[in-house]
């Protein structure tokens, strides 16, 4: 059940959900076309020397680490221009966010000219220190709650970043359609992008073990629909944060990474999911957490009645990578499959959805 609650910290087509054979056949294609050569010459360029090039293994595009006479960088690599806007996305985001004092890499360089080699490239700076993954468990619990704090006010001036639409910025200003849902908008309202976006999940349960989960699905969140029918501030979304992508250097977050599929929403939809993905529910670590973010930002009211309604937003997600990727995903499918159909019913049925799992269940 840990696994349903932490709704992972997967977004489709994210880095996390990329497992199939397509995407390790695209990083082998990388690494056969791009060589140490093409490397310097990026650097050379710059004029930084290369120390050494050390290759990340992803399974999607391909990332190196370049160690240089000046510090260490993050050199990635897109096989084309299409595939490159996530690049030039990030060299707009990254700089603005940076402004907003907000601790995530600088941008050294993003060009798609091909003029030095076939490919476009973002080069980033190396955030100093470690994954909170690595680090999560063996804190204490002053270090957790002041992690935690520093998070709050982190996201919250993430969030302070608002547009006045819904939908998706590359340059972070104008906003447009929203990749995920087929570039479609941008949108006055949030309820109709929220649409949207659950239309398009669902869309992966055609065919499968859970098609028959797609109309009385669909149903409730039409009935639930007047919970997010109110004026809804546009806000920057991170959108993948989880313990993989935050970095602490001396017990202190130095980093934020992975910007990648950030959208304008509600800020809401991250919040449901940054409980779950980062504090797996722990209502004593949430509440520094909140302590934090609400110092900038003040939860709009109803907030703890739309928590069920995210909480299967994300669920969706989930279902729909278990569905692509299987056992590259998950352990046990149909153990998965069985904890999924209990937790959506139960959803759908009205019963109560304890949230806190260090609280005792209701």
Known sequence: MWKVKEI?????????CMFSDIYKEINIYYLMNVSNTK???????????????????????????VETNKKNYYL????????SKTGYKLSYLYPLLLKKGIPVPKVLKYDDSLNL??????????????????????LNEGELFSICYDLGKII???????????????DGKTVGGFSE????????????????????RLSYFKGTDYEDLIKPIKNWFKNNSPLIDYKIT????HIDLNQKNIFLNKNKISGIIDFDGAFIGHNEEELMRTESAIFSNNKDLKDPFFKGYTELIKLDEGYENRKTFYYLSRMIVHIDCVIEYG???????????????????KILKGNHVNFDKNQPNS
Do not use: Q
Request: charged content about 30%; hydrophobic content about 40%.
């Open 327 to 345: 056992n590259n995903y998950v352990n046990d499918i149909k153990k998965e499959h069985k904890i999924l159909r209990n937790e959506i019913n």
């Open 156 to 170: 919250a001036k993430i969030h302070l970043i608002t547009f006045d639409k819904f939908g998706e910025t590359f």
């Open 117 to 138: 080699i076939k490919h476009p490239y973002l080069i980033i700076s190396e955030i100093k220190g470690d994954m909170l993954l690595d680090k999560f468990d063996k």
């Open 8 to 16: 992972l910290s997967c977004e489709v087509g994210s880095l996390e």
């Open 181 to 200: 849902i087929g570039k479609k908008g941008p949108f006055k309202n949030w309820k109709e992008m929220h649409t949207e976006i659950i239309n398009h």
């Open 39 to 65: 490397v310097k010459i990026i650097f050379n360029a710059l004029k930084i020397e290369v120390k050494s090039i050390i290759k990340i293994p992803t399974l999607s595009n391909f990332l190196i680490k």
């Open 76 to 83: 990635k690599i897109y096989n084309n221009k299409a595939e």
């Open 234 to 237: 546009p806000r920057l979304l």
